[in-house]
């Protein structure tokens, strides 16, 4: 990220994103960006967002644990599921929260000091036309050298996504003073809320 480690929010209400009423013309994509706590947290707090979900897509075992999963040997990726009012907030936008807050697309199987394909950088579309959406902005973020680095982010269709046990789910808010998510994760809501401000929920 582009932004140092601060101290934990003063303001509690950034840790517990509001509940809106969900649209029923919802829809789901999945994204993988090293440790799902930080990219959940990130979601959760914008416009358009229903729910935000933890949990493993990509790999080859049927019942992918936490343990399995952390061994880098069964092909799953931490990823979180969102799912969004697209008349609220488009997949764009998802996009570039992805890209520019919640990791670097740079680093590839790892993301700061958390190493494996565990880790990686993906997409995973679940409609031709977040394929397209997906791969346009990747050449548009290379285009505009946003970083210094390539780009390296997986784009894959959603096979299946198994949800994270439940103590993963809404890390962020139930340990805000947690070591790792003070130096890893609160700075990436504080880069969200300092430049993204009219994509947060009030």
Same mark, same amino acid.
Request: proline share 6%; aromatic share 12%; glycine share 8%.
């Given at each position: 990220?582009?932004v ?67 061994? !880098? #040997?069964?092909?799953?990726? %931490?990823?979180? +599921? ?5 008349? &609220?907030?488009s997949?764009?936008? $998802? ?40 791969? !346009? #902005?990747?050449?548009?973020? %290379?285009?505009? +050298? ?5 780009? &390296?982010?997986?784009?894959?269709? $959603? ?18 003073t947690?070591?790792y ?22």
């Open positions: 990220m582009k140092r480690v601060g101290a934990v929010f003063g303001a509690l209400l950034l840790l517990a994103p509001t509940t809106q009423v969900w649209a029923a013309q919802s829809e789901v994509a999945v994204f993988s960006g090293g440790c799902f706590w930080g990219v959940e947290a990130v979601f959760e707090r914008l416009k358009g967002v229903g729910e935000v979900l933890s949990g493993y897509t990509g790999g080859t075992l049927s019942s992918p644990s936490y343990e399995a999963v952390s061994s !880098g #040997s069964t092909g799953h990726a %931490e990823s979180v +599921k969102v799912v969004y009012d697209p008349a &609220v907030v997949y764009e936008t $998802l996009l570039k929260v992805f890209f520019l807050v919640a990791h670097d697309p740079t680093q590839l199987n790892y993301q700061g000091p958390d190493h494996g394909t565990q880790y990686r950088s993906a997409l995973w579309y679940t409609t031709p036309a977040q394929k397209t959406t997906a791969e !346009g #902005s990747i050449r548009q973020l %290379e285009k505009d +050298k946003i970083y210094p680095g390539k780009v &390296v982010t997986e784009v894959k269709p $959603l096979v299946k996504f198994w949800p994270a046990e439940d103590y993963h789910q809404d890390f962020i808010a139930n340990n805000p947690q070591g998510i003070v130096r890893f994760d609160l700075p990436k809501l504080r880069y969200l809320h300092k430049n993204f401000p009219s994509l947060e929920k009030s």
